[in-house]
């Protein structure tokens, strides 16, 4: 906590009055061009990854960048989702997973090599059905995954979760809508902590590739 108190002097006495004018054009309204959802693991910080500062990102997190589908649960996402897209009218949706995400290793068979793999999920029944929107990514797996190279398969099925994530995302009824007009496009991403790269999906070659790749990608689909 003394951390936090710290922090938050340094903002209130250095970080505030430098960006005051932007505070002040915030103050009254928001214009976020993209809903970012992500995992709520600490290790994951979207507005440092992405050097994004207030006001530039919509955000909604929870545990394994979960999109529960239309109608199965009416909760914090799907109502997150709805005012994203219907009020601030966001242009785009990033679903961001990422690397050893403790909500996918949860949904894995224990790690016979690691000594340290106690499975907690058992004694948290909210967390237990929560972690069950995450059973159609094994669908997503890519043709051939191993699934004896037990950290391969935690990785592949990180990925996995987030087209079937996305695959939930379009279920809404607004999101589907504005997908159709063109007003709005959805991302699949997977950041790496350890190396602090992003991969996106393509979901025309269904796979993950360098976000900078993918963007090449597409400057020269726009192109054509
Ligand atoms: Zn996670």
């Not at 936090?4 to 005051?20: C, I, M, N, S, W």
Request: charged fraction near 25%; aromatic fraction near 8%; charge should be neutral.
């Amino acid at each position: 906590m003394q951390r936090l108190l710290e922090g938050y002097a340094r903002f209130r006495r250095d970080v505030f009055p430098q960006h005051r004018d932007r505070f002040r054009l915030l103050a009254e309204r928001q214009q976020p061009d993209v809903l970012f959802i992500t995992c709520a693991d600490s290790r994951v910080v979207p507005d440092l990854i992405l050097q994004t500062e207030p006001g530039d990102m919509f955000l909604c997190r929870a545990v394994g960048n979960i999109v529960p589908p239309h109608g199965s649960m009416p909760g914090g996402i799907s109502s997150t989702i709805e005012y994203a897209v219907e009020v601030l009218h966001v242009r785009h949706i990033i679903v961001c997973g990422h690397s050893d995400c403790g909500a996918i290793k949860a949904v894995l068979p224990p790690d016979p090599a690691d000594p340290r793999d106690h499975r907690q999920v058992p004694r948290l029944p909210l967390t237990t059905k929560w972690l069950g929107y995450i059973e159609p990514a094994w669908k997503y797996l890519p043709p051939g995954t191993s699934h004896d190279d037990h950290r391969a398969l935690h990785t592949a099925l990180i990925r996995a979760n987030v087209i079937a994530q996305l695959e939930n995302l379009k279920t809404h009824p607004e999101v589907a809508r504005a997908v159709a007009h063109d007003a709005l496009q959805v991302h699949g991403w997977y950041y790496d902590i350890l190396t602090g790269a992003v991969d996106a999906y393509d979901s025309g070659q269904r796979s993950f590739v360098a976000l900078e790749e993918w963007a090449e990608r597409q400057g020269a689909g726009s192109r054509k």
